[in-house]
């Protein structure tokens, strides 16, 4: 990638100034929150470090290029989303213990940060050649923000390829605003929006890229599985931590054990079909829509709005695959899969509306000081 500015030894990419400055707002963002600053040094260490380890380790032919020392070589790229999580997770959860401030305090105040940083990294893989789709062989398609022709290539007789970075940007950027506007009721909300909705998106998403994504049985990628974990895991601390009837946490379990089995078949069937164009991005706004519904609308309530912009999504689609016979098997694909992502958003929105309610957020809990005598 060409530099636009060397200062010595530093190289300025548009990359690199697009997470320079997603890092910025991040931490302006983050350290409103009087909890959040002592655990901001220590979580983006160990999300940097775990986020490019875990490529590392999981990228052979990377490896074999620059040897063991990549590990020790952030700067040379490399990471994986969840990775970086993991490690931002860690951070929390030790100065927690050190600090004896709740977690989830901790974690609500860097999920705003979090969602930004995001935004900016993926709208800078514009930029890296990352987040690209597969080839668009429909001329009549090839319009930006549908596709889009790769940094440094001259549009003429260049190839277009789906935009996919785009579209994940805009989920992150919804996701921002979702936890800017939202007034929390309980501690925990921001972090449980934050894993939910990203986790429903990136399931989706990851399923486009045809990039260096971490790739661990052929089809199944390694995003998707920490997204899908990252799932169960909000699940279950919901479960714990709020305590709804038993029969609503049934229901909600069952609901995510069946949207995980119909989202593995589709990702079965998908990998052994070749792409159909204008499901790409039709099919992404319909499952970023239906989910931000499912979450942000009122629980069994959002299935109501996200079910007719799916059906309406649906029925569109399939009136332009009727123009190619083998496009009928994605429309009915991607439908079930933008459903059962759908259906996961609202198991979680259920039991994040459901329960007992304990407590607010610590900082708006202010108790009288006692005056002596």
């Not at 707002?25 to 959040?36: E, F, P, Q, S």
């Not at 829509?289 to 979450?295: E, G, M, Q, R, T």
Request: glycine share 8%.
């Amino acid at each position: 990638m060409e530099p636009l500015l060397v200062l010595g030894p530093l190289s300025i990419t548009p990359y690199s100034l697009m997470i320079f400055s997603g890092a910025v707002i991040g931490t302006l963002l983050a350290i409103r929150k009087k909890a959040v600053r002592p655990a901001l040094p220590l979580t983006a260490l160990l999300a940097l470090i775990l986020g490019h380890v875990i490529w590392c380790l999981m990228n052979d032919t990377s490896m074999e290029y620059y040897g063991s020392s990549l590990l020790f070589q952030p700067w040379r790229g490399g990471y994986t989303l969840y990775g970086a999580l993991l490690g931002g997770f860690l951070g929390a959860l030790i100065t927690a213990h050190l600090t004896r401030v709740r977690l989830l305090e901790i974690t609500d105040g860097l999920a705003a940060g979090a969602a930004a940083l995001l935004f900016f990294a993926r709208m800078g893989e514009y930029f890296s050649g990352q987040g690209i789709g597969a080839v668009l062989e429909n001329e009549g398609l090839c319009f930006f923000p549908l596709a889009f022709v790769p940094w440094g290539e001259a549009a003429e007789g260049a190839e277009w390829y789906y935009a996919v970075w785009f579209w994940e940007a805009m989920a992150a950027l919804v996701l921002l605003a979702a936890l800017l506007l939202r007034r929390p009721s309980r501690r925990g909300d921001p972090t449980f929006i934050f894993l939910s909705v990203l986790g429903i998106t990136q399931i989706f998403f990851e399923q486009l890229r045809r990039d260096d994504y971490v790739s661990l049985t052929g089809f199944v990628r390694f995003s998707q599985v920490g997204a899908l974990v990252s799932l169960i895991a909000v699940m279950i601390t919901l479960t714990v931590l709020r305590r709804p009837k038993t029969r609503t946490a049934v229901f909600c379990f069952l609901t995510l054990v069946t949207a995980s089995l119909t989202i593995m078949y589709v990702e079965f069937a998908l990998d052994k079909t070749r792409y159909y164009p204008f499901l790409y991005v039709s099919t992404a706004v319909t499952a970023v829509f239906a989910v931000c519904l499912l979450i942000f609308s009122g629980g069994r309530n959002g299935l109501v709005p996200a079910g007719w912009i799916g059906l309406s999504a649906f029925i569109l689609l399939f009136s332009h695959a009727l123009e190619d016979p083998e496009a009928n098997s994605y429309v009915i694909l991607y439908g079930f899969m933008a459903w059962a992502l759908a259906c996961i958003g609202n198991a979680v929105s259920i039991l994040m509306k459901n329960g007992e309610t304990k407590d607010l957020p610590a900082e708006t809990e202010r108790r009288p000081v006692e005056v002596q005598r």
